[in-house]
């Protein structure tokens, strides 16, 4: 008779969460009171966006991530909605572009610009109109860009092609219409060729996006599910809500046989909502329920026992909602790997919570922060909407790494000289990465000398100098830079008045000492 110990190695064994100091919180920020039972945050490396209460139609907060500390009163809202906002959701190729949804049937695209808001912003940039009820739910595909779903309590849900040019869409690319009930929860697979639903009817079903038809689809009476989850590349589920004697349960899927779940596991008797989140990077599972302040975590694997506890954060402070920060967002020198944003109502307050892993070295832990996916979509919208599936592409979270997926590069054209050599694109990684000489490997050093200073002038492309101000990859970071030029071409205008000015008052000067010197 074997005997097996009780605890496992792991290093998340210590996993501890570390709640911000007062001054680094969200003070005084009017949290919505909304009774529906999603996240009412958003979180990105740039703003924290919050469903807030509004008078005559319904608004969110968009609040830059370093403004900490007590809000104005008065701040700026983002407010177009007739009803109430109930889901949004940021665009994960776009950092200034954000998706909400509302009781009053309409979806709206908003361009958040990086200055602070002024005044409320009520221009959109897309509407999408289509669903025949209110809209409950938002999610972005997580690898093809400008492609959004959307779910309402028409018991439909609607595929969109933002990648147009009308500022009013009328309907949808594709409707899937195969719920009974109100959809509770959406979650894609990694390339997001499948799609996982939760229905109010306590059903799971596994829908493929791009025909509307049902691949699964549990019909396991023991498990009355609320939220989905795919839990990355393991061919698994995760499943949250109550089992038959109303205690609040998870339970864990194969991807292929939703008949009976592989393991249940019941967490308490209380009545909240439990949001599970995943870290497919570190395998971890983050169980957060709403109404109290607990956040237990947990070691997925694909061998029995799957789910392993490790420990719980505790507090006293009861969350309504919560926002999750992407991982390039992370601070990966206090190895820090996962951050919440909870709302606290009772207190309107946000309070980040940083799951940290206890390590004495400040360098960068390769082992807890493998390649992730990056903020580059590695898809179209009409690539995905033919039929083609591919992977995320990775970033490494090191400081100053590059992109590490391979991207499709255009074809290239025919040299007349075989030995001639085409210098990189200036957007590609590769003319980022490295100079465009290649010195031989016998070549003597004096004359790498005196090559250095020539193809040194070589290495600004289009007024970029690709080592110091590499060229924009990405429509964020063009936009980034625009708002940079921007800032320099006012602050040049400025000096030129100030010149001006100073130069019509030598003028004058010059005048007054001419008309004295005549007089004399």
Not at 381 to 396: D, F, K, M, T, Y
Request: aromatic fraction near 10%; proline fraction near 7%; charge should be positive.
């Amino acid at each position: 008779m074997s005997w097996h110990p009780q605890y496992r190695s792991s290093k998340f064994r210590h996993v501890f969460g570390k709640p911000a100091s007062k001054e680094n919180c969200y003070d005084s920020v009017p949290i919505t009171r909304s009774v529906h039972d999603n996240h009412f945050c958003a979180v990105n490396p740039h703003f924290i966006a919050v469903v807030t209460e509004c008078a005559g139609g319904g608004a969110f907060l968009v609040i830059p991530l370093h403004q900490t500390g007590k809000l104005d009163p008065h701040y700026p809202k983002v407010c177009g909605h007739r009803g109430n906002v109930l889901d949004i959701k940021w665009n994960p190729f776009n950092d200034f572009e954000i998706a909400s949804c509302s009781e009053d049937a309409t979806i709206k695209i908003w361009r958040i610009p990086k200055q602070l808001l002024s005044r409320n912003l009520t221009a959109f940039r897309k509407e999408l109109v289509g669903h025949f009820r209110r809209v409950g739910l938002v999610e972005w595909h997580p690898t093809a860009a400008s492609i959004l779903f959307s779910s309402g309590y028409d018991y439909k849900v609607m595929v969109w092609n933002l990648d147009t040019s009308d500022s009013v869409i009328m309907g949808p690319v594709k409707t899937i219409d195969c719920h009974q009930d109100v959809i509770l929860s959406m979650s894609f697979n990694t390339n997001g060729s499948l799609l996982a639903t939760t229905c109010k009817d306590r059903k799971i079903r596994i829908l493929d996006p791009r025909r509307g038809t049902v691949v699964q689809e549990a019909s396991y009476k023991g498990h009355r599910a609320n939220k989905v989850l795919f839990l990355g590349n393991l061919k698994k589920l995760l499943s949250t809500g109550t089992s038959r004697w109303n205690n609040r349960q998870m339970a864990l899927w194969s991807q292929d046989d939703l008949s009976v779940p592989l393991t249940e596991e019941d967490l308490d008797g209380s009545s909240g909502v439990l949001f599970p989140f995943y870290d497919a990077d570190t395998n971890m599972l983050y169980v957060v329920g709403k109404g109290d302040g607990n956040i237990r975590y947990y070691e997925v694997s694909s061998d029995r026992p799957h789910l392993n506890y490790l420990t719980e954060y505790r507090s006293y402070n009861p969350q309504k909602g919560i926002g999750v920060m992407p991982k390039r967002g992370l601070d990966v020198s206090s190895c820090e790997i996962f951050r919440f944003y909870k709302l606290i109502t009772t207190k309107s307050l946000i309070e980040p919570v940083s799951m940290i892993v206890p390590r004495r070295s400040e360098s960068f832990q390769e082992d807890i922060y493998p390649p992730t996916a990056g903020a580059q979509p590695s898809l179209t919208a009409q690539e995905w909407l033919s039929g083609i599936n591919r992977e995320p592409l990775l970033v490494s979270l090191r400081p100053g790494s590059e992109l590490l997926s391979p991207q499709p590069q255009p074809p290239e054209s025919p040299l007349s000289n075989a030995n001639a050599a085409a210098p990189a694109s200036p957007r590609s990684p590769e003319a980022v990465r490295r100079p465009s000489f290649v010195f031989g490997e016998r070549a003597p050093r004096w004359a790498a000398e005196h090559r250095l200073p020539e193809e040194k002038k070589r290495w600004f492309t289009n007024g970029f100098d690709v080592f110091e101000c590499p060229p924009p990859k990405t429509e964020n970071e063009l936009l980034q830079m625009f708002y940079r030029q921007q800032e320099e071409i006012r602050r040049l205008r400025e000096l030129l008045t100030q010149r001006e000015v100073q130069s019509k008052q030598l003028e004058l000067e010059i005048k007054n000492l001419q008309m004295g010197s005549g007089r004399f």
